[in-house]
């Protein structure tokens, strides 16, 4: 590498132009949570989803649900309705809200001979028309859970946005000016649904991402203080991650790349793999001025000894990340790249910047102080951990079987059970809305079903198709709380009970088509019902939906449900007459999270393989290469065996902690082997060689695995529980880390070494 330092000027200079362009490239960042980007476009169920939408469109992607609560015991106060009623009025108004659909348009309809009366639910003009609402309501439960909430406290509206803005500026504008206006009204709420949920999610990763720019600042300036005491041992560091940083953020705004709650993690990520390498360098080059060398001399041991770890540190956590790739998500996949990219730019920008910084400053302005790195404990430490290894052997061999034993029987106990809404902390106003509307209402969760026909000459409204539909809802309502469905058999059921007279009897499928037809042409005759009959049955006739709404259940529930279902439909239903298909935004969800689980573990094997065949090349021994991957799948099990104990659900971020960790992790364990394999290069023996790698790699490792821990502990301040499991668990992976490194390596190579 003494290249580096003869054309230092040359590199240096080309570096600061190619940074002033990566800080270009930084103002073209947005932050992006577009709904279809977290799905694959070659999936089969994403398919099937965008032929659907063509059909009917799932309006619970654009409805926000809104819940007022009135001052009184229940909602039947006409000073509140009258607030309602004007509070509903004003939002219509906004722009990006199409419409506004509330308790208080609700009409209930009944036939009177040869014509139909409607009256509103809730009439609030004088006392005695609010009575006879109230009395009304008590009677008539077709509101409750849907417009009004369970414990008729609160009246409920659904407000439908402009889908045009779904994943616009101009959504979270409207959101906001949606939350001025009920803050103003004075009366208590609740907010969700998904344009809304978006709109706080955004506000959540601009609000992280600078806090976590700002906490790393803070945490590697306090490290590196600690460790150096001294400004250049402050200032350097920092212009190497801060330069770091340009480039991936830069890379990304010039790649049209933006910030999502996945790439996030890049911010903390960059920062503390920048100071590992940073650290390394830096240890290594004071040690050797120390011992009495030229800064000249010191540097060109430094650059031989430590370039080729770092290296090959920076490709095997580049290729932890790269794995990423085989992700069908693409903001995993999008992560996993820029990551990868990111750990082979700081590695360049390090090995430019450090060198050339180093030369110029005489030693004596690294502070001689008291400091973390200077500090005399290190040796005896150092010769403690080397003797415990060679005495202890036995004992930390039989320690870490138990333990190993423990954790791979706790990892079957891992839960796989996950929800729409993992990520979100207990206490996060946005589950806390869910919850309310779980608990008063049916949910939020969308559940879609496509029916397709299997004989063309036999459309979707033929009676026995309906009736067949109506069984089909029926058994799924026996199975979980739904929120009434919105079907072809519900529509014609309810135009069958009013067309005669609003008895319950008639609150069924007719059995001859005649009667279906001229209910259909009831429903054509009035506008809303028209409207409605279109949102089920696709023009052609062909194709129709059912719609419903119901409580997160979790995915172990709705692969309960399924599995009855298809059970019921073999067992039950005239399966000559139609088939259907589960879509929508929620089952595309569930359906993803469960393969990110299976392809994220896919990737860690890849990475597996990759650094085990990089180790191979590097030591041309088989032996070696089993003994440098065993320290690494140890880290794993452990950190898995946490899971299992507390019982933490095996959700796409804590399966993103096995990547990230190992790809990381690995790097000690390249730092010890290089510098073992320098050791027995100079004709030193086992013992003497594991005694010098302790000692000339041991204070650089415990330093860079502190940094990285505590870089990750920095996620513990996210609202998202997604982002913080990353963080601690990372973190615990690491320590696991070293201590498999530094403890069971030097057995492993005293034992079983080449």
Not at 471 to 478: A, S, T, V
Not at 508 to 530: A, C, M, T, Y
Request: aromatic share 12%; proline share 3%; with cysteine.
């Amino acid at each position: 590498m003494r290249w580096l330092i003869l054309h230092r000027n040359t590199l240096l200079l080309i570096l600061g132009l190619l940074t002033a362009v990566m800080a270009a490239g930084v103002f073209l960042l947005r932050i992006n949570f577009s709904f279809e980007s977290f799905y694959p476009k070659e999936d089969p169920e994403f398919k099937y989803y965008q032929e659907f939408s063509k059909n009917f469109t799932e309006e619970q992607n654009y409805i926000i649900y809104l819940a007022v609560k009135s001052p009184s015991t229940d909602i039947f106060d006409a000073s509140f309705l009258q607030r309602s009623d004007q509070l509903f009025q004003e939002i219509k108004k906004l722009e990006g809200i199409d419409s506004v659909l509330s308790a208080l348009q609700m009409v209930q309809v009944r036939r009177r001979g040869v014509s139909f009366k409607q009256t509103p639910y809730l009439e609030f003009e004088s006392e005695a028309l609010l009575d006879r609402s109230r009395k009304r309501n008590q009677k008539d439960s077709t509101l409750i859970g849907t417009f009004i909430t369970r414990d008729r406290q609160n009246i409920c509206a659904y407000l439908f946005t402009d889908p045009a803005i779904f994943d616009k500026p101009a959504r979270d504008d409207m959101n906001q000016a949606l939350e001025t206006i009920l803050d103003e009204s004075g009366l208590k709420y609740q907010l969700s649904g998904i344009p809304h949920i978006r709109t706080k999610y955004v506000e959540t990763i601009a609000q992280e991402l600078g806090l976590f720019i700002g906490l790393s600042l803070v945490l590697i300036t306090t490290v590196l203080f600690l460790t150096y005491r001294s400004r250049w041992g402050i200032l350097l560091p920092q212009i190497a991650v801060v330069a770091s940083l340009i480039w991936i953020l830069g890379f990304m705004g010039l790649t049209g790349q933006g910030i999502d709650l996945i790439s996030n993690l890049l911010i903390p990520i960059m920062f503390v793999v920048g100071t590992s390498d940073v650290i390394h360098l830096m240890t290594k080059y004071l040690s050797e001025v120390r011992s009495g060398k030229s800064v000249g001399d010191a540097m060109n041991i430094t650059l031989r000894e430590i370039g080729l770890s770092l290296f090959l540190t920076s490709v095997t956590t580049a290729v932890g990340f790269a794995s990423l790739i085989i992700s069908r998500i693409p903001p995993i996949r999008n992560f996993g790249l820029y990551a990868a990219a990111g750990v082979l730019f700081t590695f360049i920008i390090t090995i430019i910047i450090l060198p050339n910084a180093l030369l110029r400053i005489p030693p004596e302005h690294f502070s001689r102080a008291r400091s973390v790195e200077s500090g005399k404990f290190w040796k005896p430490f150092m010769d403690g951990i080397f003797r415990l290894t060679q005495k202890r052997s036995g004992l930390i061999v039989a320690c870490f079987t138990v333990v190993l034993g423990a954790c791979i029987w706790l990892v079957l106990k891992i839960p796989m059970d996950t929800h729409l809404i993992e990520d979100v902390g207990k206490n996060d106003p946005i589950r806390k809305s869910m919850e309310f509307f779980e608990d008063q209402s049916f949910g939020l969760r969308p559940f879609e079903i496509g029916i397709h026909m299997k004989q063309d000459s036999i459309p979707i409204t033929d009676y026995r198709v309906l009736q067949e539909i109506d069984k089909f809802q029926n058994f799924l309502n026996e199975q979980e709380k739904f929120s009434p469905f919105l079907s072809p058999a519900s529509l014609v059921k309810q135009a069958n009970y009013i067309y005669k007279g609003s008895r319950a009897r008639y609150l069924k499928i007719p059995d001859k088509q005649e009667s279906v037809d001229e209910l259909l042409g009831f429903i054509e005759l009035d506008e809303n019902s028209r409207t409605l009959l279109q949102k089920v049955v696709s023009e052609d006739g062909t194709v129709g939906r059912m719609s419903a709404t119901c409580a997160d259940l979790g995915t172990d529930r709705f692969s309960e449900i399924y599995e009855n279902v298809d059970q019921f439909y073999r067992t039950e239903c005239d399966t000559s007459l139609f088939y259907y298909r589960y879509t929508g935004h929620a089952y595309l969800t569930e359906h993803n999270l469960q393969y990110v689980r299976s392809s994220l573990l896919g990737g860690l094997s890849i990475a597996f393989v990759v650094v085990g065949f990089i180790m191979g090349l590097l030591f041309r021994s088989w032996r070696m290469l089993l003994i440098s991957m065993f320290p690494n799948v140890i880290p794993l099990l452990l950190t898995g065996g946490v899971m299992g104990l507390f019982g933490i659900t095996l959700t796409a971020s804590t399966a993103l902690v096995f990547v990230i960790a190992f790809g990381i992790a690995v790097d000690d364990t390249i730092h010890f082997l290089t510098r073992y394999k320098l050791e027995r290069q100079k004709g030193l023996t086992k013992s003497q060689a594991i005694r010098n790698t302790i000692y000339g790699t041991g204070k650089a490792m415990i330093l860079t695995s502190l940094i990285l821990m505590g870089g990750f502990v920095l996620l513990l301040a996210s609202d998202f529980g997604g982002t913080l499991n990353t963080g601690l668990f990372t973190a615990l992976t690491i320590v696991f880390a070293l201590f498999a490194d530094l403890l069971l390596l030097p057995i492993l190579l005293k034992y079983f070494g080449k």
